[in-house]
Structures are given as structure tokens and as C-alpha cells.
């Protein structure tokens, strides 16, 4: 079988873009995969890629390449018209949900055409008109499965399926370091601000304990300001980014997540396969999507006083062992449903119950 996954941006640091090309490699172990980057902006992607998928972009943007028409909208969206009107697959699963219109529009109508959402539903619109054309909707999880059911009105049929992890084994944290780690893009709603001033709490009670952050984003300069606005340069350390963010969660005894509306899927997922327990905020989009307080992870309520409530759940679990290797078994019988041929077999499943 013949299938392409179609994102925007395959270079990207990005739990999505490291969800599909997990997916991707599961996959090329069985069938001729290709992932179709609408746009290349370097060299290499900055995940690795398996050897047995194929890459292919779009428009290359990467500096010094010229071009018959100038650099803008259209000119990508010319290109991805053409390409998506001549596609020869049996499969496409498009990740966005303007890269799904246009392949609702222009993909061939006997190719399985299926969009692969993350986020909370956009301002219907073209959705509602152009989403009908397809085959399937999947969702990584329960609340997007619902919220997409109610935008498109039964137009459509919604699926869920989780992400997928890297094919294993896994790294596996020996629980043993004094070390609480989070990782992702350093962006405003990943609200990492609140996780430095609790974590001035932690410092303050518990010394010997250090915060690593990994990733990187226009928010570094902001957060290095408090970092040393707090005195904390010697208890938070700004590790850079990291393509293997699950070895470097595995140093670690516990993974914190501070995202205000914002699904911080592949992070999650990513330090349960690892065996540490997550500290999250209970935010409607937030870790409560994949961890169960009390179980694999322990939530805390936003609001008044939530910075000192997350600060006393960190150290509540600094303080009990015992509880953190509780919660890092319940932490790895979580993350069984998203390995990666598991999940690979579901879609396979979906794509064999829609072909034409």
C-alpha cells in the first residue's frame, strides 16, 4: 500500500511533526510511505527520519534556492494543487487543517483521504464545507474525537487514534536523579514562566534538586531573566534542544508540564514511556488527556494560588519516593496504547475500511 502523510513542515520541532514520522517509520515497515513536506526550510529534518520513508517537499525554501516565481501564498499554493491533483497513493493523511481542505479539493477521489487533527477545532467555514469529501477525521484524543464531532455535525466520521511513540525500546528512567526536567518549544502558551517561579519554591525548601528546561523559542530570553531575576542560575539549567527527548526525560525523576491551552501530547507521552511521573495543571487542553491523577501523574487545579500549588505537589513528590515509583509504573502502563505498531495497526485498520 501506497501512503503519503502531508504536513506543513517536516523540519520542524514539534510534538506533531514527531508523532507523524514515528507513525511514518511504523509504517514503512510494511508499505511505501512518503511524507510530503508542503515546505523544506533546512537540510535534515530536525527528528530522524527512518531510512525506509520517503522524503519529498512542496517548495524548497532553504536560503540560496532560486525560483521560477517569486517567493509567497500563492506560489505554495499553486504547487500544492498540482502535486495534490497528480498524487498517486492509495493514502493521504493531511495534518493541518488548511493542508486537508485543499486535499478534499484537489486529491484524487479514489485516494483514501483522510484529515489527521490535533488542535481544538478552527472557525468553521471552508471545514464544514470541504471535510464531508473525506473519508475520516482522527483525533489524538477523547475531547478533540468530541469537538470535531460537534463542528462538522456528523458530516464527517471521527476517529480516535493516539499518537505514536518511537519504535522501542525506550530509555527508562531509574527514578534516582534529583532532577525534575520539561521539554518542548518555549513559547508564551507553554507558560514555562510558571514553572520557574514554583519552581523558586523548590529551590528554596529543596536545594539539592535541580530544574533542566530543553527546547528553545522566543520566549529563552524572557525566561533567562527570571531565571536570574529569581537567583535560580544554580538550580535551573536552559539545556538547548534535543532530538531524543525521551533519553534526556529518562535522566530525570520527574517530567513538569505548565501549558496553559496548548496539548502538550508528545511530551507527555514521551516521559511516561520513560517511566517518570508528570506534574501537569488540570487545563481543559492540558495533561489530564493523557494522565490520571493519582495514577501515572498528578494534576494540579489553575487559578488563585496555583503557583504554590504546583510547587507543594512538586515537592510532595520529592518527599515521597515511594509514591514517584508508584506513579512511574502507572506512568508506563499508560504510554502501552501508543507504541508504535499499535497504532500503526489501527490506521492500517481505518485505510483498509475506507479504500474504495
Known amino acids: 500500500m501506497r501512503i503519503c502523510l502531508l504536513v506543513p513542515s517536516v523540519c520542524g520541532m514539534r510534538g506533531d511533526v514527531r508523532s507523524v514520522i514515528n507513525l511514518a517509520g511504523e509504517l514503512a515497515e510494511r508499505h511505501d ?62 495534518t493541518r487543517p488548511g493542508l ?61 487514534i493516539p499518537d505514536a511513540l518511537p519504535a522501542g525500546p525506550w530509555p527508562r528512567s531509574r527514578m534516582d536523579n534529583r532532577i525534575v526536567a520539561a521539554g518542548g518549544r518555549w513559547v508564551p502558551v507553554k507558560a514555562y514562566d510558571r514553572l520557574v517561579r514554583a519552581f523558586a519554591v523548590v529551590a528554596d525548601k529543596r536545594p539539592d534538586w535541580r530544574l533542566r528546561l530543553y527546547g528553545g523559542g522566543p520566549e529563552e530570553r524572557r525566561l533567562r531573566a527570571l531565571v536570574q531575576e529569581l537567583n535560580l542560575h544554580n538550580h535551573v539549567y536552559f539545556m538547548g534542544t534535543t532530538s531524543d527527548l525521551s533519553g534526556e526525560f529518562a535522566k530525570a525523576s520527574i517530567v513538569a508540564v505548565t501549558s496553559k491551552a496548548d496539548r502538550p501530547g508528545m511530551t507527555v507521552i514521551e516521559a511516561m514511556a520513560s517511566g517518570v511521573p508528570v506534574v501537569g495543571f488540570d487545563s481543559p487542553s492540558g495533561p489530564g488527556e493523557f494522565v490520571v491523577d493519582g495514577r501515572s501523574g ?9 503557583i504554590e500549588a504546583y510547587a507543594s505537589a512538586l515537592l510532595a513528590l520529592i518527599d515521597d519516593e515511594r509514591r514517584r515509583m508508584e506513579l512511574a509504573a502507572g506512568a508506563l502502563g499508560a504510554a502501552a496504547v501508543h507504541t508504535a505498531p499499535a497504532v500503526a495497526g489501527q490506521w492500517e485498520k481505518l485505510i483498509a475500511a475506507t479504500s474504495r
Open 33 to 94: 510511505v512518503e511524507i510530503l513536506s508542503v515546505r523544506r526550510h533546512r537540510e535534515k529534518p530536525f527528528f530522524p527520519v527512518s531510512p525506509k520513508v520517503a522524503l519529498s517537499w512542496v517548495v524548497d525554501d532553504q536560503p540560496g534556492v532560486r525560483h521560477l516565481l517569486p517567493r509567497g501564498q500563492m506560489r505554495t499554493e499553486v504547487a500544492l494543487w498540482r502535486r495534490l491533483r497528480g498524487l498517486r497513493a492509495d493514502a493521504v493523511i493531511s
Open 298 to 306: 498528578v494534576l494540579v487545579a489553575e487559578g488563585e494560588g496555583e
Open 100 to 160: 486537508s481542505v485543499q486535499t478534499a479539493r484537489h486529491a484524487p477521489r479514489e485516494i483514501v483521504r483522510i484529515a489527521r487533527e490535533w488542535g481544538r477545532p478552527p472557525v468553521p467555514g471552508p471545514i464544514a464545507k470541504f471535510y464531508p469529501r473525506l473519508d475520516a477525521v482522527v483525533t489524538a484524543t477523547e475531547r478533540g474525537r468530541q469537538d470535531w464531532d460537534r463542528l462538522l455535525h456528523g458530516g464527517a466520521d471521527v476517529r480516535l
